[in-house]
């Protein structure tokens, strides 16, 4: 399996535009998180699901942010519109257990620079 | 929720040297806690994790330990070498009957100096 993939890596866009960030989970694995990373917060959930549901959307920082995940092979974190705090890296991970915790494997992130 | 406290922020040590990484939870309904070690530009990756069940885990030359009731656990790395210099997170996590998620900490950036 290539592992969780995120795309885009990298995103510079520019104040007030939207920001669509893609992750595709591993083949089985049945819950998925959002992460969003900055020196002076370190690592925020923003949301996760389980199962394709949305299980605890608390970390979502403002009604600007939302999440989708149609099927058990993708989901989007959408931006709309973007600031510039929110220039972040934005992880995607995955984890094969459902209903008790487990590994966390993370993609490689995409870095968001919002001008 | 959970609370995460980890110290300290930043850590240098010599080759060879051990370093421990100390963190703090808030939450007794806790029972997972994973250790994760990011690279520069690179994405976390877990290293070692320990239940609530065990006092102490070891890998090589990786160890965990954690006290319940204290509410704390840590990481011990012995005869530190230059790969791993490298950032740091604990996690805390509890199962809530639906599913789980893990809270960080903020990191420990740990410098190996030759």
């Known amino acids: 399996d290539a592992g969780v993939i995120q795309s885009p890596r990298h995103e510079v866009t520019e104040m007030g535009q939207e920001v669509t960030l893609r992750c595709k989970p591993i083949?089985?694995?049945?819950?998925l998180f959002w992460y969003r990373q900055t020196m002076m917060r370190g690592l925020e959930l923003l949301i996760y699901?389980?199962?394709?549901?949305?299980?605890?959307d608390s970390g979502m920082p403002e009604d600007r942010f939302s999440a989708k995940m149609p099927n058990a092979s993708f989901s989007t974190l959408k931006i709309q519109p973007s600031e510039p705090r929110d220039s972040a890296v934005y992880f995607c991970a995955s984890s094969p257990r459902t209903g008790d915790t487990g590994e966390l494997f993370f993609g490689e992130g995409s870095r968001l620079t919002v001008l | 929720g959970e609370n995460v406290e980890q110290h300290p922020s930043t850590l240098s040590v010599q080759e060879g040297d051990s370093a421990v990484i100390k963190c703090t939870y808030s939450?007794?309904?806790?029972?997972?806690f994973p250790w994760y070690k990011q690279e520069l530009g690179k994405r976390p990756q877990l290293i070692i994790d320990?239940?609530?069940?065990?006092g102490e885990k070891k890998d090589q030359r990786i160890a965990v330990t954690l006290n319940k009731t204290a509410k704390h656990f840590s990481l011990h790395i012995t005869e530190t070498q230059p790969e791993d210099s490298a950032v740091y997170f604990c996690a805390a996590s509890g199962y809530t009957g639906t599913a789980s998620k893990l809270t960080f900490g903020t990191g420990t950036r740990l410098q190996v100096t030759l």
């Open positions: 083949s089985g694995h049945n819950s």
């Open positions: 699901f389980n199962n394709n549901v949305p299980i605890d």
């Open positions: 939450d007794s309904a806790s029972n997972y």
């Open positions: 320990i239940r609530s069940n065990v």
